[in-house]
């Protein structure tokens, strides 16, 4: 069972930013690597996902609108997610992720892509909260 260290959480005003990182104690190198987020009262939603293979296909929720980005590093074995233009609603407790069978790509024409599964992802991170002020 890999451990996992999750930072940069805290507190932001409406506007602003925040990146938050995760740190594996295994490699994660070919891991669909994921970022979900639990606000209260409500059911976990996948935020992000990134491939870290030689090709390192993204995929984000649509809620999003191109205000969060997820990268990786395979030698510091950590992924990231720069989450910016934050709202309240944005307010959450966030988890990394990974399947480590790689099961999030598939084909699309003669392009690698990321189709979600949010049920391939068996490992997670203790979580780091966000809360955002209007």
């Known amino acids: 069972q890999p451990q996992w260290v999750e930072s940069g959480g805290g507190s932001a005003q409406a506007g602003g930013s925040l990146t938050l990182s995760c740190r594996v104690s295994?490699?994660?190198?070919?891991?669909?690597m994921a970022w979900f987020r639990q606000r209260l009262g409500t059911e976990f939603e996948l935020v992000s996902i990134?491939?870290?293979?030689?090709?390192?296909?993204?995929w984000y929720a649509d809620f999003l609108k191109g205000r969060f980005s997820h990268s990786h590093d395979n030698a510091e074995k950590s992924v990231y997610l720069r989450m910016n233009t934050l709202t309240p609603n944005d307010t959450a407790t966030y988890y990394c992720?990974?399947?480590?069978?790689?099961?999030?790509?598939?084909?699309?024409?003669?392009?690698?892509?990321?189709?979600?599964?949010?049920?391939?992802?068996?490992?997670w991170g203790q979580g780091t909260q966000v809360a955002v002020s209007s």
């Open positions: 992720a990974a399947d480590a069978k790689g099961q999030c790509l598939r084909m699309l024409g003669s392009t690698v892509v990321i189709s979600p599964r949010p049920r391939d992802f068996v490992y």
């Open positions: 295994e490699r994660i190198e070919g891991y669909c």
């Open positions: 990134v491939f870290t293979g030689r090709l390192s296909p993204k």
